[in-house]
């Protein structure tokens, strides 16, 4: 099993910034795609960023420039740096990856943390 132990929510102001943190633990021989996804009250969850193990990313357009995600492949942890925050960020923020548990023959699994609260309100 993996768990993902997200950090880094909180109240920030419109314009302010915040960085999300999510680390991961447990039966991991390698991760493919790490990725923040979000979900606003009354709304889907979306995308807003992703990173493959190549560094490669991806981002929603309405975070362009605002957001950056990042690894660190020696901590099995992804980040999110967000800047200019605006009242439409705010969400519940979660955790993906997509990883193998024991060798390159191994299923690539999916794997959810348990979602980070982010408010921006002045």
């Known amino acids: 099993q993996v768990q993902l132990v997200e950090s880094g929510g909180g109240l920030v102001q419109p314009g302010g910034s915040l960085r999300l943190s999510c680390a991961a633990s447990g039966s991991i021989f390698s991760i493919n795609a790490m990725g923040w996804y979000r979900q606003a009250p009354g709304k889907e969850r979306e995308l807003v960023a992703t990173?493959?193990?190549?560094?490669?990313?991806n981002y929603a357009d309405s975070v362009k420039g605002r957001f950056t995600i990042s690894r660190d492949n020696a901590k099995n942890t992804v980040y999110l740096r967000m800047n200019n925050l605006k009242p439409d960020d705010t969400a519940v923020y979660y955790c993906?990856?997509?990883?193998?548990?024991?060798?390159?023959?191994?299923?690539?699994?999916?794997?959810w943390g348990k979602g980070t609260l982010v408010t921006v309100s002045s």
């Open positions: 993906n990856i997509k990883s193998r548990a024991y060798n390159w023959a191994s299923n690539v699994m999916d794997y």
């Open positions: 990173i493959t193990s190549g560094s490669s990313t």
